[in-house]
């Protein structure tokens, strides 16, 4: 089992940066694909990026192109979440999630789960 817990979540303007991060635990000692994901209100959840173990594979979504990356520090069991020029339509609850194996763009195939932290930016 493996236990995430994100943080760096908060009110920002249009325009702004926040770095998210995902702290692991438990069962880390295995290749885990990372991503993160994002659920706004009426909203289906969806992925925004996406990292293999060895930082070998990268996936980003059309709208975090350009403007999000992220990043894992395996010795420190932590994926992170650098995002730049946030605009409104980036308000949501940001989910860190993983798998075993490869990265998938889809929620499912996923099995550990965040509990979220809050993205607001106003405009």
């Known amino acids: 089992q493996v236990q995430l817990v994100e943080s760096g979540g908060g009110l920002v303007q249009a325009g702004g940066s926040l770095r998210l991060s995902c702290a692991a635990s438990g069962r880390t000692d295995r290749n885990y694909a990372m991503g993160w994901f994002r659920q706004a209100p009426g909203e289906e959840r969806e992925l925004v990026a996406a990292t293999s173990w060895s930082v070998g594979v990268r996936f980003y979504a059309d709208s975090a192109k350009g403007r999000f990356t992220i990043s894992r520090d395996n010795a420190k069991n932590t994926v992170y979440l650098q995002m730049n020029s946030l605009k409104p339509e980036d308000t949501a609850v940001y989910y860190c999630?993983?798998?075993?194996?490869?990265?998938?763009?889809?929620?499912?195939?996923?099995?550990?789960w965040g509990q979220g932290t809050q993205v607001t930016v106003s405009s």
């Open positions: 999630a993983g798998r075993l194996g490869m990265v998938v763009t889809t929620v499912s195939p996923y099995d550990y």
